[in-house]
C-alpha cells in the first residue's frame, strides 16, 4: 500500500508568469490578518497569569493559587472554569463567525471578508482595554472572536488565490508567519505590562490589539481581490486584468481559461454546504476536518494559551515564566522561518511527519521529566537544572509544531478545496479549528489538574495517529496551480476513486500535450 501521493509533473500545466513584487506585497499585507490570532492566544494566557487582572475578575483563582501552594499540589493551581471561559469565548465566537464569513467571502469577495473581521476586532479590542465589569469583558472577547473567525476563514483563501504555484506554500506560510510575531509581540508586551506599578498593565495588554486591528482593517481596504473571486462575481474582463498584473505577463490564457473552467463549476453549485457532502468532495470534505482537529490536539495550545500559566505552575515563578513564553515566541518565529524556506522545496508531506515525529519524541519527554520530579500527587519541585531541560524540550516541541502543524494546518485546507467549494471548506477547517481550541481551551486546566503528567502523554498520542494518516492519506501537493488539484487526489491510492473525470480542470490540454 502507498503512502500519500503524488503528481506527476506532466500532469498539471505550468503558466506563464513571474513572481512579481505586487503579488508579494499583496500577500504580506493580506497575510497580517495572522496578527490578529496570535496576538490574542500569546495575549490571554499572560494576562490571566497577572494578579491584578485576576483580582478584578477571577478573585476565586487567587483564593485557589493560595490554597495550591500550601498544599504543594503543582498540577492544580489554576483549575477555574470561569478563568478559562475568558480565553475560551473567542473561539466559540469565531467557531459561529466562520460560517457566516464563509457566506460573505463567496457572495462579496475575501477583501470584503477580511475588513469585517479587521473591524469586528479593533472593536472588541477597545472593549477589553476598558472593561469594568466580567460582562464586558466577555462580550469584548466575543467581537474578538468574530474578527478572528472572518479573518482566518478569508486569509488564507486569499493568499492561495493569489500566489503563484511554485511559491504559494511560502506566501500562504506568511499568515502563520504573523500568527507567530503576534504570539512574541503578545509575549513581550505581557513581560513589560506585568511591572507597570498601580496593576493596570494588563489594560495596556488588552488594548494594544487595536495596534493588529487598525493594520489588518487598513490593509484589507486597501488590497485588491482576487482573480478568482472576481470571476466568481461576474467579472471576467477585470478578473483578466487583475490576473495580468499578479502575474506579471500579458499571457495568461491558459491559467485564465482553468480560472472561467473552475467558475463554470461553482456556478452549478448553489449551496456549497450541502454539495460539498457529495462523494465527489469526500478527500477535502474529510480533509477540512481532520487536519485542523488534528493540529489542535497536537497539544500545541496547552503551551501557546498558558504558557505563562504552565511556567508558572511548574514552579518557574511570576518573571521567570513571562520570559520563559517570550523566549518560546522566539522559536516559533524562527521555526515558521523554516517552513517558508522549505514547504516549496521539500513539499508539505515531509514537514508534517517529520514535525509529528519530533513533536512525539518531545511531549514523551516533558511528561517523563514532570512525572519523576512531581510524581501523581503533584508534590514537588524543578531544581534550576530541571527547569531548563523542561524548558528546552519544550522550545524543541514549539519548534517541530511551527514548522509542520501550525503553518500547514491553514495552507492546505485552503489550497485542496476547488472554488465551488472553496468558501464551505475554509470555513469547516475554521469551524473545526475554533470548536477545538474552544474545547481544549476549556478543558485544559482541568485536564492538567485530573490527568497531571498524563495530559503529554495524552497529545503524544494523538501525534501519533495524525502522523500516520498524513503518511497514508494526504497527497502531495507542491508546485500544483490551485485549480488543477484534483489531478493529485485522482492519482491517490485511495482517494481517486471518489474524483470523477469531468472534475479534472485542465485535463483536456494536458492530453493534447499543451502547457506541460
Not at 39 to 58: A, Q, W
Not at 72 to 98: H, P
Not at 358 to 368: E, L
Not at 458 to 481: D, Q, R
Request: hydrophobic share 50%.
Amino acid at each position: 500500500m502507498e503512502g500519500g501521493g503524488f503528481v506527476a509533473a506532466s500532469k498539471v500545466n505550468i503558466y506563464e508568469g513571474r513572481v512579481t513584487t505586487f503579488v508579494i506585497c499583496t500577500c504580506l499585507i493580506a497575510a497580517s490578518g495572522g496578527l490578529l490570532f496570535g496576538y490574542d492566544l500569546g495575549i490571554s494566557g499572560g494576562v490571566t497569569s497577572m494578579e491584578p487582572f485576576l483580582k478584578k475578575f477571577f478573585p476565586s483563582v487567587l483564593e485557589q493559587q493560595s490554597k495550591a501552594s500550601q498544599t504543594e499540589n503543582q498540577y492544580c493551581k489554576f483549575d477555574s472554569q470561569l478563568l478559562t471561559l475568558f480565553t475560551s469565548s473567542l473561539y466559540l465566537a469565531a467557531l459561529v463567525a466562520s460560517f457566516f464569513a464563509s457566506i460573505v467571502t463567496r457572495i462579496f469577495g475575501r477583501k470584503i471578508s477580511m475588513l469585517a473581521g479587521a473591524v469586528a476586532f479593533l472593536i472588541g479590542s477597545i472593549l477589553n482595554g476598558v472593561a469594568m465589569n466580567i460582562g464586558v469583558l466577555i462580550f469584548g472577547r466575543l467581537l474578538l472572536g468574530v474578527g478572528v473567525g472572518f479573518a482566518n476563514q478569508s486569509v488564507p483563501v486569499y493568499l492561495s488565490e493569489m500566489a503563484p504555484a511554485s511559491i504559494r506554500g511560502a506566501l500562504n506560510i506568511g499568515f502563520q508567519m504573523a500568527v507567530t510575531i503576534g504570539i512574541l509581540a503578545a509575549g513581550l508586551i505581557n513581560y513589560g505590562t506585568a511591572k507597570i506599578e498601580g496593576g493596570w498593565g494588563w489594560r495596556l495588554s488588552l488594548v494594544l490589539a487595536v495596534v493588529p486591528a487598525v493594520v489588518m482593517t487598513a490593509g484589507s481596504y486597501l488590497l485588491p481581490d482576487t482573480p478568482n473571486s472576481i470571476l466568481e462575481r461576474g467579472q471576467p474582463e477585470k478578473a483578466r486584468q487583475m490576473l495580468q498584473k499578479v502575474r506579471g505577463t500579458q499571457h495568461v490564457d491558459a491559467e485564465f481559461q482553468d480560472l472561467l473552467d473552475a467558475t463554470e463549476a461553482a456556478k452549478k453549485v448553489d449551496q456549497p454546504w450541502t454539495s460539498i457532502l457529495q462523494p465527489r468532495y469526500r478527500p477535502q470534505l474529510v480533509l477540512c476536518i481532520l487536519i485542523p482537529f488534528f493540529q489542535q490536539l497536537t497539544g500545541i495550545n496547552v503551551v501557546m494559551f498558558y504558557a505563562p500559566v504552565l511556567f508558572k505552575t511548574l514552579g518557574f515563578g511570576d518573571d521567570a515564566s513571562l520570559m520563559s513564553a517570550v523566549i518560546s515566541g522566539i522559536v516559533n518565529v524562527l521555526a515558521t522561518m523554516v517552513s517558508i524556506y522549505s514547504v516549496d522545496k521539500f513539499g508539505r508531506r515531509m514537514l508534517f511527519l517529520e514535525g509529528g515525529a519530533q513533536m512525539f519524541i518531545f511531549q514523551i519527554a516533558i511528561g517523563t521529566m514532570i512525572a519523576v520530579r512531581f510524581g501523581v500527587n503533584g508534590d514537588g519541585e524543578l531544581s534550576r537544572w530541571d527547569a531548563n531541560i523542561v524548558f528546552l524540550f519544550i522550545c524543541a516541541y514549539v519548534a517541530a509544531f511551527a514548522w509542520s502543524w501550525g503553518p500547514l494546518g491553514w495552507l492546505v485546507p485552503s489550497e485542496i478545496c476547488p472554488l465551488e467549494i472553496r468558501s464551505a471548506g475554509q470555513g469547516i477547517n475554521v469551524a473545526v479549528n475554533m470548536i477545538f481550541t474552544f474545547i481544549i481551551g476549556q478543558v485544559f486546566l482541568s485536564m492538567l489538574c485530573h490527568m497531571k503528567f498524563g495530559l503529554f502523554f495524552f497529545f503524544a498520542g494523538f501525534v501519533v495517529i495524525m502522523t500516520v494518516f498524513v503518511y497514508y492519506f494526504l497527497p502531495e501537493t507542491k508546485n500544483v496551480p490551485i485549480e488543477e488539484i484534483n489531478q493529485v487526489w485522482k492519482q491517490h491510492w485511495f482517494w481517486g476513486k471518489y474524483i470523477p473525470d469531468e472534475g479534472l480542470v485542465g485535463l483536456s490540454r494536458n492530453d493534447e500535450g499543451r502547457d506541460t
